[in-house]
C-alpha cells in the first residue's frame, strides 16, 4: 500500500511540473507567419492582448482561421483585410489613422490637455479668491487697531 502511494504521489509531482504541449505543424514558416498576424490582432474577449497571447476560445477560434488562410495561399495584407471586414478596425492592435479611428488616436492626448487646462483654472481661481480682501470682523479690526498702537508708540521711544 506504501509503495502504491509513493508511486501516485510520484507519478503527480511530474504531472505538476508538466508544460503545456505546443502544437506542431509540417510548415515552420507558415506558423511563424500566423503567429505574426495573430500578435497584430486583438481579442475581442480580452481587449488589452493580442489573439497570440489570450486563452480565450474566441482568440483560438481567430489563430485557427488564420492558419486555415495561410495554408490556403491568401498574403498577409488579405487576411488582415478579411478580419478588418469581419471585426473592424477594433481588431487591429494598431488601428490606422482615419476619421472612424482619431478618437482613438488623439483622445489620450486631448482629455490629458483638458485635465490640465481644468486644473489650471480651478488653481488660478483658488488663488484669485485666497488673494481677494475681505473686511475684517470687529475684533480683529481692534486688535490691529491696538497692535498699530503699541508699534506707533515703540517709535516714538
Known amino acids: 500500500m506504501r509503495i502504491l502511494v509513493a508511486i501516485v504521489l510520484a507519478l503527480a509531482s511530474l504531472a505538476a511540473i508538466a508544460k503545456e504541449a505546443t502544437p506542431t505543424e509540417l510548415d515552420p514558416v507558415a506558423e511563424r507567419r500566423a503567429m505574426v498576424l ?37 498574403t498577409d495584407a488579405e487576411i488582415l483585410d478579411f478580419m478588418t471586414a469581419r471585426y473592424g478596425d477594433f481588431v487591429l492592435y494598431r488601428p490606422p489613422l482615419k476619421a472612424t479611428t482619431v478618437l482613438l488616436w488623439f483622445g489620450p492626448a486631448a482629455l490629458f490637455v483638458i485635465g490640465f487646462a481644468v486644473l489650471f483654472r480651478v488653481l488660478r481661481a483658488r488663488r484669485a479668491r485666497a488673494a481677494e480682501d475681505r473686511p475684517l470682523a470687529d475684533d480683529e479690526r481692534r486688535r490691529a487697531e491696538a497692535l498699530l498702537a503699541a508699534a506707533g508708540e515703540k517709535e516714538r521711544t
Open 38 to 74: 495573430a500578435a497584430e490582432l486583438r481579442c475581442l474577449v480580452c481587449q488589452n492582448q493580442t489573439i497570440a497571447e489570450s486563452n480565450a476560445d474566441l482568440a483560438a477560434d481567430l489563430r485557427r482561421e488564420i492558419r486555415v488562410q495561410v495554408d490556403a495561399g491568401k
